[in-house]
């Protein structure tokens, strides 16, 4: 069953916890059907001292975790010995795998929560062919992962933001889906407050945006600023509502004038 947390679901997962790599007594892989965005949860009752969690999409070779995929991203929890159930409340992972060290493996020590923004589902597809049906299944599965509260661009690796880009290109998509218009009426008053921040009026690639004057520069162009435009306007057309084209017209115009000067 969903657990409601403002805004977001978060969707208990059974890991299929048998180890299928093991270098020593305590590093072990664990495997995860799919690659999502979870809350890993962790009973540390059992901890001599402390252990670390690393998550990755794929393994090497010789079936240790591959990680250089995820480039800048520690994507690591370190837990220490504690009375209870830890989760972390601040952070998320994406991963297939995941790598325990400084603890032997035992059932029950790992919990994974799925989690995404809440969102009714609307839109569902089915054909007479079971990999088009499974790749249809894995779209829904991805943007569940890059829904939560922001549109990102991915959620394993140093890409975990909110790039305006990559969020109108699959907007429309997205909306046959789920009924995203919460989800994104909340995203363009991010654009907003983020547009707000710099004087010359551009949208960011990224909102929120880092602190500061960052510039216009390449990816602040029509490629990611467009958003401001283009998820107005699939509202209108998704949810017949006008609301988000008059709102945000001032927003839609301080960007054209931007790029034009």
Excluded at 231 to 238: A, D, G, K, R
């Amino acid at each position: 069953d969903a657990v409601s947390v403002p805004g977001i679901l978060e969707l208990p997962l059974t890991l299929e916890c048998k180890v299928i790599y093991r270098q020593k007594q305590d590093l072990s892989v664990l495997p995860q059907e799919i690659i999502d965005r979870f809350y890993p949860e962790v009973d540390e009752t059992g901890f001599r001292d402390y252990h670390i969690a690393y998550y990755g999409e794929i393994l090497n070779a010789d079936g240790s975790l591959y990680t250089a995929n995820l480039r800048k991203a520690k994507a690591e929890t370190v837990y220490h010995k504690g009375s209870g159930i830890y989760r972390p409340r601040f952070t998320y992972m994406g991963f297939r795998y995941v790598e325990l060290s400084g603890v032997p493996y035992e059932e029950g020590l790992l919990t994974a929560y799925a989690i995404h923004s809440d969102m009714e589902r609307t839109g569902h597809f089915a054909c007479e062919n079971p990999l088009v049906d499974q790749l249809y299944r894995n779209q829904v599965w991805g943007q569940k992962s890059n829904y939560v509260e922001v549109p990102t661009d991915c959620p394993q690796r140093d890409e975990r933001m909110g790039y305006t880009g990559d969020g109108h290109v699959f907007a429309l998509t997205g909306a046959y889906n789920f009924h995203t218009e919460a989800f994104w009426s909340k995203f363009l008053k991010d654009i907003r407050h983020s547009q707000a921040a710099n004087k010359e009026g551009y949208v960011a690639p990224t909102v929120p945006a880092p602190p500061g004057e960052q510039g216009i520069g390449f990816m602040s162009m029509l490629g990611w600023g467009n958003c401001v435009c283009i998820v107005p306007e699939m509202l209108y057309w998704q949810f017949g509502t006008e609301q988000y084209i008059r709102e945000y017209y001032d927003c839609m115009k301080a960007f054209v004038d931007c790029e034009i000067r």
